[in-house]
């Protein structure tokens, strides 16, 4: 076994897990779902049928990753944060294999407790604030907060946020990398 898992996790026949992956306490993956190299998997998590998860990304505890699902690399899912897969549910109506699509961008953070209501993308570096309802797609390098949530300002790949002078350029303080601001997008130079 490439990846470690403790022994209260249930791990499905069918799941991929790549090297170097730590899968923790109480913790749920069902096959098939593809789990990428180096990803760490807090407490109590569920990663539910289809689900691609890409290399080094990080859920913290409490996170239910439901199908329909896809991170790319490098993504960051904070403590509690939710995804749903039906627009419409209702109890009494069956509605497997209606789930919509929800694609997390390489670099994305998603705070403690937000929701990611399905069939919204987050884009690359996107950084979603604690406690946000994103009911809407979240464009690349964007930091939004609220419910529902609305953008507020831009990020840097390091997780700084940018401010952009009177050209629409600005510098990430930890990297020293420049970002420009073009018709509305951020563009790494």
């Known amino acids: 076994m490439a990846y470690q898992a403790h022994p209260t996790a249930v791990i499905d026949e069918g799941a ?6 730590k ?3 109480f913790s749920h993956i069902m096959g098939p779902c593809q789990i990428g190299e180096h990803c760490n998997l807090g407490q109590n998590v569920v990663i539910s049928p289809d689900v691609v ?3 080094n990304v990080k859920v913290q505890n409490n996170v239910s990753i439901y199908t329909g699902v896809t991170c790319d690399d490098d993504v960051f899912l904070g403590p509690s944060c939710v995804f749903t897969n039906v627009i419409n549910p ?3 109506v069956i509605r497997r ?4 699509r929800t694609h997390v961008g390489v670099g994305a953070s998603i705070g403690a407790n937000a929701t990611i209501v399905c069939g919204h993308d987050i884009g690359p ?3 979603i604030g604690a406690g946000a309802v994103v009911t809407k797609s979240i464009p690349a390098y964007a930091l939004v907060v609220g419910n529902p949530s609305k953008q507020i300002g831009w990020m840097s790949e390091f997780g700084h946020r940018l ?3 009177a050209q629409g350029r600005a510098h990430c ?3 020293g990398e420049t970002y420009e601001l073009i018709d509305g997008h951020v563009v790494k130079k």
């Open 16 to 21: 991929q897990i790549g090297e170097g992956t």
């Open 23 to 25: 899968i923790w306490h």
């Open 53 to 55: 998860l890409g290399n």
């Open 90 to 92: 209702r109890s009494g």
């Open 97 to 100: 294999g209606q789930y919509s």
């Open 125 to 127: 570096y996107a950084f």
């Open 163 to 165: 401010d952009f002078d």
């Open 173 to 175: 303080p930890e990297s």
